[in-house]
C-alpha cells in the first residue's frame, strides 16, 4: 500500500470521526424535570400565559438562549386573547455544565411533550421557532403532521446547517466546528467573541454568553442537518424571517429552507440590519427590528385566522412599561 494511500485513509478517518463523532447512547426522557429555581437565570424562566381564544402558540427559544427572548411576543399574543406556551429547553437558562449534559433528543422531547398534550385543546395551534427552536419546529410539524398538526409555522433565523453547501454557496459558520465530533472529548468551552457591554444595550438577551459547550453544540450541527432530507414532505403553511446579515445563521439557510418546503404557502421576510455590534441573530429582542418582526408575524398570522392585526397600540403599551419581559 502506498504511503499517499495510507495518508489519504488516515486522514478520512480523522475527517469522519472528527465530523460524526462517536456514537452516543441517548435516552430523551433524561433532564425533563424541571431545574432548581435557585440555578435559574433571571428571567429564563419558562412561561405559560391563558387566553380564552381558541388558538394557541407554542414558542420555542434557540440554542444557549431562554424563554426570555420570546416574552415581548408571548405578551402580545396573549394580548389578544390567546394562550401561549414556552418552555425552557433541558439544560438551558440554568449553567453550561446542566447544558453539557443535554443533547438535541433532550431539546426536542420536551417540545414534543407540551405539543402532544396541548394541541388537542384548540382549534387553531401555531408553532414559533426562534433559531433552533425553528429546527425544532420543523421536526415537531412533520412528525405531527398527520395526527395532530399545527395550522401553520412561523420560523425565525432558522438553521438546518452551520458548515457546508446550501444552495451552491459554502457556508461555514466556524470551522473549528468540522472536527466537533473528536473535540467535544478534548477541547473545553469555546469562548463567543461578542462586545457584551454594547450588544445587551441593543439586543438585551438571558443567555449563556460567554461561551459554547461543545458537547451539546456538536449535537445541534449533526442533528439540525437532519430535517433537510424530509422538507418536502412539510405541507404546513410556513412564514420565515432572518436578516440577511446575520452573524450566527447563514441566510443562506432560510433560502434552503423555503426552496425545500412542501408547503404550498410559504413566504420569506428579509431585511438588513444596520449595525456592527450584535450578531443580529435574535431579532425579538432587537430594539431596531423587532417592532418590523412582530408586524410580519401578524401579518401572516392575518391570513390563517380572523383577528390578527398588528398590535401597534399594545405593542407601544408594552414598550411604554420599559420592556417588561427585558
Known amino acids: 500500500m502506498s504511503l499517499i494511500l495510507i495518508i489519504i485513509i488516515i486522514v478520512s478517518i480523522i475527517y469522519f470521526f472528527g465530523w460524526k463523532g462517536f456514537p452516543e447512547t441517548i435516552d430523551p426522557d433524561d433532564y425533563q424535570t424541571p431545574p432548581d429555581p435557585e440555578k435559574l437565570l433571571k428571567g429564563a424562566e419558562s412561561f405559560q400565559f391563558k387566553g380564552k381564544s381558541d388558538t394557541a402558540f407554542l414558542l420555542i427559544h434557540g440554542y444557549e438562549s431562554t424563554p426570555y427572548t420570546l416574552r415581548g411576543l408571548g405578551e402580545v399574543l396573549n394580548g389578544q386573547g390567546h394562550t401561549v406556551y414556552a418552555p425552557l429547553l433541558p439544560g438551558h437558562g440554568t449553567t453550561m455544565y446542566d447544558l453539557s449534559l443535554t443533547r438535541y433528543e433532550h431539546w426536542y422531547e420536551a417540545i414534543r411533550r407540551v405539543y402532544s398534550s396541548e394541541r388537542p385543546k384548540y382549534k387553531k395551534f401555531f408553532i414559533i421557532g426562534f433559531s433552533l427552536g425553528g429546527n425544532l419546529g420543523l421536526r ?30 459554502l457556508v461555514i459558520r466556524d470551522w473549528r466546528l468540522v472536527f466537533s465530533g473528536i473535540g467535544q472529548y478534548f477541547v473545553g468551552p469555546i469562548s ?18 460567554e461561551a459554547y459547550t461543545v ?16 422538507l418536502p414532505l412539510i405541507k404546513l403553511p410556513t412564514c420565515i424571517i432572518q436578516a440577511t ?4 445563521i447563514n441566510a443562506e439557510n432560510a433560502h434552503y429552507i423555503l426552496r425545500k418546503l412542501g408547503s404550498l404557502e410559504k413566504r420569506l421576510y428579509l431585511f438588513n440590519i444596520d449595525e456592527n455590534v450584535s450578531t443580529r441573530h ?8 423587532r417592532d418590523k418582526v412582530i408586524h410580519y408575524i401578524f401579518s401572516f398570522l392575518n391570513d390563517y385566522s380572523s383577528g390578527f392585526n398588528y398590535p401597534s397600540e399594545f405593542f407601544q403599551a408594552v414598550k411604554k412599561r420599559k420592556h417588561k419581559w427585558l
Open 140 to 169: 415537531l410539524a412533520l412528525q405531527f403532521q398527520i395526527s395532530k398538526p399545527a395550522t401553520a409555522l412561523i420560523l425565525i433565523s432558522p438553521p438546518v446547517l452551520l458548515n457546508g453547501v446550501l444552495n451552491g454557496a
Open 215 to 230: 458537547p451539546p453544540l456538536h449535537s445541534f450541527r449533526t442533528n439540525i442537518e437532519k430535517i433537510k432530507k424530509y
Open 245 to 248: 446579515n446575520d452573524k450566527t
Open 192 to 209: 463567543k467573541k461578542r462586545d457584551l457591554v454594547s450588544a445587551d444595550i441593543i439586543n438585551p438577551t438571558v443567555s449563556y454568553t
Open 282 to 289: 435574535e431579532l425579538l429582542t432587537h430594539e431596531r427590528i
